[in-house]
């Protein structure tokens, strides 16, 4: 995790500054952050929207670096990849990318990946509009202004589907939705999907604990499109509230004094091992099937809350049907023709005894999201 865009207060350099110029502003005298990341591609703006944004102080106690001098951006260059070779670091998350200057990011982005082409970079943009989003992808038709050489953006547009699924204020039809607008990446399978992180509350208290949509948006998350993140915690169904101290409690067990031990067995409840094994399952299928990582996606709209998709790499085609209603759905198997071509067995792969289905419907569990090996 990075930050080029600002520094504590309390930082060294603060009262003692290596240039006048080293921060925008002062900690008596400076600009206060606009939170209109929209700015940075929108056409009409006056650059004192854009000054606000990216000379603006996040909020007061975080000095707002300025990298239109040369020294601050040498340094930041410098640092980034002394970091790198020191420690080993094959990633980096850019904390508010939008709030820095774009030039500096431009030129940072590219200096880092020219001296290590294997690593990765993904920019923390929050916002939940597609266009926007896109726009700030390395490469980006949508960006009239500059190439930002950065490979990846957080995807807070599916993150927001996720989110109105889990809360009740959107079927299965928003996450469909959302998905068609990747025609506007450039790399639609190089964006940070995730349903939840450190900033936001966590899927199990959005979903008012219902352990069926939580297990129904991670199966998603792992088995659509893109790099997913899980959330520490996630896996075993922590609550947590909206508060940032609360829904970043740390992991129980492992520390002094601590009374349940969740990296053990033994010490979940019943409920935390069925999401725990749940979890698990979905990660060794996404480890065995090389489609559920890098296939290619494709997917029918959703009909009557039943959502229907597959991942499919050479000869291997994943089957998922999410079904967002209270009771069992029975799937026309013709629809999954459309889908998957012509097929005479599904192999369920979440139960341990791999049962064939050759009927003339497959019947889906309310709530629940089921995947097939289609053969």
């Not at 056409?43 to 601050?72: C, I, K």
């Not at 509009?129 to 009239?144: G, W, Y």
Request: overall charge negative; some cysteine; proline content about 4%.
């Amino acid at each position: 995790d990075h930050v080029s865009n600002h520094i504590g207060t309390n930082h060294p350099w603060v009262d003692n500054l290596p240039t006048p110029d080293w921060l925008n502003g002062t900690k008596q005298n400076h600009l206060n952050a606009w939170n209109d990341k929209m700015v940075t591609m929108d056409l009409y703006s006056v650059p004192t929207t854009h000054e606000h944004l990216t000379r603006g102080w996040f909020v007061d106690d975080m000095a707002d670096l300025n990298q239109q001098n040369v020294y601050v951006k040498n340094y930041l260059i410098q640092n980034s990849i002394w970091w790198i070779e020191y420690a080993g670091i094959d990633g980096i998350r850019e904390d508010t990318y939008p709030y820095s200057d774009e030039q500096f990011l431009s030129d940072w982005a590219k200096a880092i990946l020219t001296e290590y082409p294997g690593l990765n970079i993904v920019g923390e943009v929050w916002t939940g509009e597609t266009p926007f989003l896109a726009a700030f992808q390395k490469d980006s038709k949508l960006n009239k202004k500059i190439n930002t050489n950065l490979p990846v953006v957080t995807d807070f547009a599916i993150q927001n589907a996720y989110s109105a699924f889990l809360n009740g204020n959107a079927n299965l039809y928003r996450i469909y939705e959302t998905v068609t607008k990747d025609f506007l990446y450039e790399n639609p399978k190089n964006v940070l999907t995730f349903a939840d992180n450190h900033d936001i509350p966590r899927i199990m208290f959005e979903a008012k604990e219902d352990a069926a949509k939580v297990k129904m948006v991670l199966t998603h998350l792992l088995t659509s499109r893109g790099i997913p993140q899980i959330l520490y915690g996630t896996e075993i169904g922590m609550v947590g509230t909206r508060e940032h101290g609360i829904l970043r409690s740390n992991f129980p067990g492992g520390f002094f004094g601590d009374k349940t031990n969740a990296f053990i067995k033994e010490g979940r409840s019943e409920k935390e091992n069925d999401l725990y094994n749940y979890v698990h399952i979905l990660l060794q299928l996404r480890k065995k099937y090389s489609s559920l990582r890098t296939g290619e996606l494709h997917h029918l709209p959703p009909q009557n809350n039943v959502y229907m998709y597959m991942k499919s790499l050479g000869e291997e085609r994943i089957l998922v049907i999410m079904n967002g209603k209270e009771d069992e759905s029975a799937v026309d198997p013709l629809l999954i023709n459309s889908l998957c071509g012509k097929w005479n067995t599904l192999i369920d792969l979440q139960n341990g005894n791999d049962r064939n289905y050759k009927a003339d419907k497959i019947s889906i569990k309310p709530m629940t999201a089921s995947i097939y090996l289609v053969k």
